[in-house]
């Protein structure tokens, strides 16, 4: 899978070489290029935005740098993994929400573009200009309800969920299956040795080797953990059943 990020703070996604997805790189499963905006300026101080027209508070993004930069990357020749079918990605507070199953989605896609904003936003244009250039490939999406000072933070969510989704990035597949918002529930709690510790004991039906039981035990914990924390995301036929008022450990 091939993903540029373009930025004006390369090095905010430095840890995207680290652990798993920096593993994933230098196998080869995953080929992330960042780019810097500024790189396609054409003035000495390398500028990016300018003052809001209609007046304002803050900064906006200038159209032409990005412009330039999304001709870079699409331009770049098929051989060097470029893809003509690229997505582009926008991260932002206005956007559809980015779940689970929008990371199941976009792990699908051969290319993934990210631009970060900055300031105020990117001028409205680049948006009706990107829609042009990636043929209508281009989502507007949020990391939730709140405001981050660019989309370097959500890139860096965005591209880890994506990324553990891609076959080979993580090693045991099997472990990304029982996972929270894979199926709607939360996951179940987890232990590890020692089976009594500070006085806290592991629950006991984890110890005994039935995996029938142990199964019923992990569904009806997913389902009070769900009911406790997030009701929200409880399936109508949990609720009518009863079945998610077990007690939560
Ligand atoms: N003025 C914008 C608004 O009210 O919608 C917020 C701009 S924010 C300070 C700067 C940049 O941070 C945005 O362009 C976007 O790239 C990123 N950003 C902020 N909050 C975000 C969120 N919840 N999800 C994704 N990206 C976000």
Same mark, same amino acid.
């Given at each position: 899978m091939r993903l540029d990020v373009v930025t004006i703070f390369p090095q905010y996604l430095a840890p995207l070489d680290l652990s798993l997805i920096g593993k994933a790189r230098r196998d080869g499963l995953l080929d992330l290029r960042v780019h810097d905006l500024r790189g396609f300026t054409h003035d000495r101080h390398h500028t990016v935005d300018d003052t809001p027209y209609g007046g304002g508070a803050g900064m906006v993004m200038k159209p032409q740098p990005w412009a330039? +930069?999304?001709?870079a990357v699409?331009? *770049?020749?098929p051989g060097e993994g470029a893809s003509p079918r690229a997505r582009l990605v926008?991260? $932002?507070p206005g956007g559809a929400p980015f =779940?689970? %199953? =929008?990371? @199941? &989605? #976009? +792990? &699908?896609?051969? @290319? #993934?573009v990210f631009a970060? $904003? &900055?300031?105020e936003g990117i001028d409205e244009r680049v948006y009706d200009h990107a829609?042009?250039?990636?043929? $209508? &490939?281009? *989502?507007? #999406?949020?990391?939730g309800d709140y405001v981050l000072n660019g989309g370097e933070?959500?890139?860096l969510a965005m591209v880890e969920a994506i990324a553990r989704l891609v076959p080979g990035v993580v090693g045991n597949a099997e472990s990304l299956v029982e996972e929270s918002h894979e199926d709607g529930l939360l996951e179940y709690p987890v232990y590890t040795k020692p089976a009594s510790w500070e006085g806290r004991d592991v629950p006991s039906v984890l110890l005994g080797g039935d995996h029938g039981a142990i199964a019923r035990w992990r569904h009806e914990q997913r389902l009070a953990r769900t009911a406790a924390r997030r009701p929200d995301l409880l399936p109508?036929? +949990?609720? #009518?059943? $009863? !079945? %998610? !008022?077990?007690p939560i450990t």
């Open positions: 330039e +930069a999304f001709d699409l331009g *770049e020749a926008v991260p $932002g =779940t689970q %199953a =929008t990371a @199941h &989605r #976009l +792990a &699908r896609e051969e @290319h #993934l970060c $904003g &900055r300031y829609r042009d250039v990636f043929e $209508g &490939r281009v *989502e507007i #999406l949020s990391l933070v959500a890139v109508p036929s +949990a609720v #009518l059943s $009863g !079945e %998610a !008022e077990l």
